[in-house]
């Protein structure tokens, strides 16, 4: 069974930085394509960025394009999401999810195209 362990979150003021790590047991990450999805209370989860298994295929929505930069370290079995400019609209849960898939170069957007989820890690940015 997957396991995903999210780390990385905390309070940072607008303008500063955080980095988010997913690290992934139970399974080669190398098989794995991976999403970063954010949640605030009462609106849907929504996928911020995309990798595909040869990190060749990238995704970014339009709200963190420019400043968020998704990447992949098989040898560790981590993912990482690089967040940079950070404003208040950032402000929410972030989770890591994963999929198998055969497919060297898909990424993946939609929540129910992934099969395994972290916990969620908090990222509050203050004004």
């Known amino acids: 069974q997957v396991q995903l362990v999210e780390s990385g979150g905390g309070l940072v003021q607008a303008g500063g930085s955080l980095r988010l790590s997913c690290v992934v047991s139970?399974?080669?990450?190398?098989?794995?394509?991976f999403g970063w999805f954010r949640q605030t209370p009462g609106k849907e989860r929504e996928v911020v960025a995309a990798i595909s298994r040869n990190a060749g295929n990238i995704y970014y929505s339009t709200s963190v394009k420019g400043r968020f930069t998704i990447s992949r370290d098989d040898g560790k079995s981590t993912v990482y999401l690089q967040m940079d400019s950070l404003t208040p609209d950032d402000t929410a849960e972030y989770y890591c999810a994963a999929t198998r898939t055969a497919s060297l170069t898909y990424y993946y957007r939609p929540h129910y195209q992934y099969t395994y989820w972290g916990q969620g890690t908090q990222v509050t940015v203050s004004s």
């Open positions: 139970g399974r080669t990450s190398s098989s794995l394509a």
